[in-house]
């Protein structure tokens, strides 16, 4: 699998829109991108995932670059709640193949 | 609701004593995982399994043992051959389907005293 390689904090307004950056820049033709996020003490949540093209769903968007070796995690209007770790991984597509979570990004929003 | 459940949400052991923490699921996932997180780290993997009575070592495996007897079920034994246990433990699970991600329960938060 991928490495990828992500800021170790970030801060952000409430109410404005949080970027959360990748690197992922030995991915492969067949790697996914998945997000997580991890709230104090709570096991880690599900967010995106996408491959190539950029996606949305009702907790955040995805943006991939065209060469695909970054991404970004778009959280559009993050609130206290969004506080956490956030965690991208790479893996292939099918499969059953081993993951390791690096130490992600841990995102504070401020009041 | 379908999930993972693990129990218990805290566990005490004294040095020297073998504990199993619980991992149950009803999503009728394939695959399960057991992660080991310590304070301020990543998730590190112990052990996962894609079948049935077949399993295989994570990064991390030294001084714990699992079974998966059930497809529901996959349980983590946390031997006194682990020399520093204590760490807050999460199980996953994940369909067979490419394009999923993985499901994860609450935790077990194991202390030994």
């Known amino acids: 699998d991928a490495k990828t390689t992500q800021p170790p904090s970030m801060d952000c307004a409430e109410g404005r829109a949080a970027n959360l950056p990748c690197n992922h820049s030995?991915?492969?033709?067949?790697?996914?991108v998945y997000w997580y996020r991890q709230i104090h003490s709570q096991g880690p949540q599900y967010i995106i995932h996408?491959?190539?093209n950029n996606e949305t769903n009702e907790m955040a968007s995805l943006i991939i670059t065209e060469d695909r070796k970054s991404s970004t995690l778009i959280l559009p209007h993050a609130t206290l709640r969004d506080t956490a770790v956030y965690y991208c991984?790479?893996?292939?597509?099918?499969?059953?193949?081993?993951?390791?979570f690096g130490t992600g990004t841990k995102l504070q929003v401020i009041p | 609701d379908g999930g993972i459940t693990q129990s218990p949400k805290y566990l005490f052991r004294k040095e020297g004593q073998n504990v199993t923490l619980s991992c149950e699921q009803n999503?009728?996932?394939?695959?399960m995982y057991w992660y080991r997180q310590d304070p301020g780290q990543g998730l590190r993997l112990i052990y996962y399994?894609?079948?049935?009575?077949?399993?295989q070592k994570g990064d991390i495996a030294e001084g714990y043992s699992v079974s998966r007897e059930k497809k529901e079920s996959f349980p983590l034994t946390v031997t006194s051959a682990q020399k520093n246990p204590t760490a807050f433990y999460l199980c996953a699970s994940r369909p067979r389907d490419a394009s999923y991600g993985y499901t994860f329960g609450s935790g077990t938060r194991l202390t030994v005293v």
């Open positions: 996408g491959l190539k």
């Open positions: 030995t991915i492969s033709g067949n790697e996914y």
């Open positions: 399994s894609q079948i049935v009575n077949d399993f």
């Open positions: 991984i790479v893996r292939v597509a099918g499969g059953y193949q081993k993951v390791t």
């Open positions: 999503l009728n996932h394939d695959a």
